[in-house]
């Protein structure tokens, strides 16, 4: 079975300048989650959809981040603009979503610097 | 604001030697799991206990749950360096992580 992917792996951007991520979970995988993560802490979690539909999005800054899951899919995750502050990995997660048996799977991220 | 809290924040061991690693969350659950992320990756899910289970084994893992306490320890049995990693919990219905347990064998 193939992971979640994630891509770029590695992205450079100056401060206000715009960027996005994208993520293609496993197939048949309903729910799909995007995290920030900042060195030294812990994943936070920013949004969290159930096919195209968002379930969760209370911590996701929204004058500066937006996120889409088109077809119930490939989901992107973009900033604009970019502050010093997002420099960060950012993690995609997929599930079935309503077997209890399973975890989530984890892309290998995109880190983002901001200069 | 994060769902699962690990404890310690840190914990350095000799290899050979058990490690144990605490979680405690805020709501009630229906089931926990662990996971853990070595540097520079993405998070593994290491095992999942059911809310009905108080401990369950998959390899060198033994993982307890006291849904009255609302806590859960991770106990890695026989550490080797591979291991050093860090390691998170979170309710499977509420997939928010503390700042983790930071672990390291050495050997």
């Known amino acids: 079975e193939a992971g979640v992917a994630q891509s770029p792996r590695y992205k450079i951007i100056e401060k206000r300048q715009s960027v996005a991520f994208w993520c293609n979970p496993i197939s048949g995988h309903a729910t799909l989650y995007w995290y920030q993560q900042i060195l030294g802490q812990g994943p936070k979690l920013l949004i969290q959809?159930?096919?195209?539909?968002?379930?969760?999005d209370s911590q996701l800054p929204k004058d500066r981040f937006s996120a889409e899951r088109l077809k119930g899919v490939d989901s992107t995750l973009k900033i604009q603009p970019a502050k010093l502050e997002d420099s960060a990995v950012y993690l995609c997660a997929s599930s079935l979503g309503h077997k209890p048996n399973y975890g989530y799977t984890f892309g290998s991220g995109t880190r983002l610097t901001v200069v | 604001s994060q769902q699962g809290e690990e404890d310690p924040q840190a914990l350095s061991i000799q290899e050979g030697e058990n490690a144990t690693m605490n979680c405690s969350y805020k709501t009630s659950i229906n089931n926990l799991q662990w996971y853990r992320q070595n540097s520079g990756r993405g998070l593994v899910h290491l095992i999942l206990?059911?809310?009905?289970?108080r401990e369950k084994h998959s390899g060198r893992l033994r993982v307890t749950l006291d849904t009255s306490k609302k806590s859960s320890s991770l106990l890695i049995t026989a550490s080797r360096a591979a291991d050093t990693a860090s390691y998170f919990c979170?309710?499977?219905?509420?997939?928010?992580f503390g700042a983790g347990t930071r672990l390291t064998v050495k050997p």
């Open positions: 206990i059911r809310s009905n289970e």
């Open positions: 959809f159930q096919n195209n539909g968002v379930v969760d």
């Open positions: 979170a309710p499977l219905n509420d997939m928010r």
